[in-house]
């Protein structure tokens, strides 16, 4: 699948990715309950804490300027490291500003990656290539996370929850230390513009980034309160439901990947942007917990679909534009988390439909600005990478 120069690349990338998830995910499963359990958190508290978690993402785009004192991947491992770093101190800082000054560390960490990471693969691997490393990756993802949970699970009956934090935790710097000691890089990648700029031709790839962003928001914040807090969802099925959600995106994911070269970017967009409008008008009005669990199933996979506006952009830009435009890209996926829990959160309190609601218009939103998306005829700017 690879050349040999390419290989080093993928990787660093898969072992960065599988140390991300292992934080990410660990930290997940984790907070909540440390939250109420040992630091006895409110509903106030919980959401700011969720505001510090997403500024991180809203200043995504001053990883350019890190870029012009260190090497992209070496960004990459730096940003594992730091989100290592935030999740193992997480147990030690028993308070509301402990839990949200380790929640920015980590934060910073794991959106820093998640830049680099999506611009290393787009200027090491080929258009062709691509769609396919990226549903590896995603595929490892799910894996990781169900790894994650098994770490849980083990630790759980034998140490507290500052042990966990702190294990998962020293299992993410490590990782991240390796990969501080590699270079996958080599010579024939065209230099990287390092400044700040939008351009008028990536409009589009703007606009489908940030209305990505706001129906991500949309699902993060509600539809797992919605599956706890209407259908009454126990701990244990959410954790059944987390383990069958990650072992279905580990076959789908690559399966993606081949989609969107066999049928292009348009068409698995606009099969996105259709099942996201079906999944919140269901979410809105669902009457039995099977449905709802479905729905969580099908969202999650769609939501990897968004890998088609990625690629998409890929072929569509300069080759030196693409780390600076993907940071911008970044942070306008995340314009949405500054507002958009604050005032769904407000819309439920009305009606708990009314953001399901708001979901399916962005998707109608999104499903129109699909219809402009097209591929230059050349096929591509890496494609020969």
Same mark, same amino acid.
């Given at each position: 699948?690879?050349?040999?120069?390419?290989?080093?690349?993928?990787?660093?990338?898969?072992?960065?990715?599988?140390?991300?998830?292992?934080?990410?995910?660990?930290?997940?499963?984790?907070?909540?309950?440390?939250?109420?359990?040992?630091?006895?958190?409110?509903?106030?508290?919980?959401?700011?804490?969720?505001?510090?978690?997403?500024?991180?993402?809203?200043?995504?785009?001053?990883?350019?300027?890190?870029?012009?004192?260190?090497?992209?991947?070496?960004?990459? %491992?730096?940003? /594992?490291?730091? +989100? &290592?770093?935030? !999740? @193992?101190?997480? *147990?030690? =800082?028993?308070?509301?500003? #402990? $839990?949200?000054?380790?929640?920015?560390?980590?934060?910073?960490?794991?959106?820093?990656?998640?830049?680099?990471?999506?611009?290393?693969?787009?200027?090491?691997?080929?258009?062709?290539?691509?769609?396919?490393?990226?549903?590896?990756?995603?595929?490892?993802?799910?894996?990781?996370?169900?790894?994650? %949970?098994?770490? /849980?699970?083990? +630790? &759980?009956?034998? !140490? @507290?929850?500052? *042990?966990? =934090?702190?294990?998962?935790? #020293? $299992?993410?710097?490590?990782?991240?230390?390796?990969?501080?000691?590699?270079?996958?890089?080599?010579?024939?990648?065209?230099?990287?513009?390092?400044?700040?700029?939008?351009?008028?031709?990536?409009?589009?790839?703007?606009?489908?980034?940030?209305?990505?962003?706001?129906?991500?928001?949309?699902?993060?914040?509600?539809?797992?309160?919605? +599956?706890?807090?209407?259908?009454?969802?126990?701990?244990?099925?959410?954790?059944?439901?987390?383990?069958?959600?990650?072992?279905?995106?580990?076959?789908?994911?690559?399966?993606?990947?081949?989609?969107?070269?066999?049928?292009?970017?348009?068409?698995?967009?606009?099969?996105?942007?259709?099942?996201?409008?079906?999944?919140?008008?269901?979410?809105?009005?669902?009457?039995?917990?099977?449905?709802?669990?479905?729905?969580?199933?099908?969202?999650?996979?769609?939501?990897?679909?968004?890998?088609?506006?990625?690629?998409?952009?890929?072929?569509?830009?300069?080759?030196?534009?693409?780390?600076?435009?993907?940071?911008?890209?970044?942070?306008?996926?995340?314009?949405?988390?500054?507002?958009?829990?604050?005032?769904?959160?407000?819309?439920?309190?009305?009606?708990?439909?009314?953001?399901?609601?708001?979901?399916?218009?962005?998707?109608?939103?999104?499903?129109?600005?699909?219809?402009?998306?097209?591929?230059?005829?050349?096929?591509?700017?890496?494609?020969?990478?």
């Amino acid at each position: 699948m690879f050349a040999a120069h390419q290989k080093p690349m993928f990787r660093f990338l898969a072992v960065l990715t599988a140390a991300s998830m292992v934080g990410m995910q660990g930290y997940g499963i984790l907070f909540n309950n440390f939250a109420v359990e040992t630091v006895h958190l409110e509903g106030q508290h919980i959401g700011l804490t969720q505001s510090v978690r997403e500024i991180p993402g809203f200043l995504a785009l001053t990883a350019v300027y890190a870029m012009m004192v260190i090497r992209e991947h070496r960004l990459a %491992a730096l940003s /594992i490291v730091l +989100l &290592g770093i935030g !999740v @193992g101190l997480t *147990g030690f =800082f028993p308070s509301f500003a #402990g $839990v949200a000054l380790t929640t920015l560390v980590m934060s910073f960490g794991f959106h820093y990656y998640e830049t680099a990471n999506q611009s290393l693969t787009l200027q090491y691997f080929s258009t062709h290539l691509s769609p396919l490393v990226m549903g590896r990756l995603r595929s490892l993802a799910a894996v990781s996370s169900i790894v994650s %949970a098994g770490i /849980i699970w083990v +630790l &759980g009956g034998y !140490v @507290g929850y500052r *042990g966990m =934090f702190l294990i998962l935790g #020293g $299992v993410v710097v490590c990782l991240g230390v390796w990969a501080m000691f590699q270079d996958p890089t080599h010579e024939s990648i065209p230099p990287q513009r390092l400044r700040m700029f939008l351009k008028r031709r990536y409009w589009l790839y703007y606009a489908l980034t940030f209305m990505s962003g706001a129906r991500r928001q949309v699902f993060m914040v509600f539809s797992m309160f919605l +599956l706890v807090k209407m259908f009454h969802f126990s701990v244990r099925e959410m954790t059944l439901l987390f383990i069958i959600n990650n072992a279905i995106n580990w076959f789908i994911n690559p399966l993606i990947g081949r989609a969107i070269n066999a049928f292009g970017e348009r068409l698995l967009c606009s099969i996105e942007y259709i099942g996201v409008i079906a999944v919140f008008l269901t979410y809105a009005y669902a009457s039995s917990k099977g449905m709802v669990a479905a729905m969580y199933i099908i969202d999650c996979i769609l939501y990897n679909f968004a890998v088609a506006i990625r690629t998409y952009f890929q072929k569509i830009a300069d080759p030196q534009d693409i780390a600076p435009t993907s940071a911008v890209g970044f942070t306008i996926n995340h314009v949405a988390a500054v507002f958009l829990p604050a005032l769904g959160g407000y819309l439920w309190m009305i009606d708990y439909r009314i953001p399901f609601l708001g979901g399916a218009a962005l998707g109608v939103i999104s499903l129109a600005l699909a219809q402009f998306i097209r591929i230059p005829a050349h096929g591509g700017t890496a494609a020969a990478r």
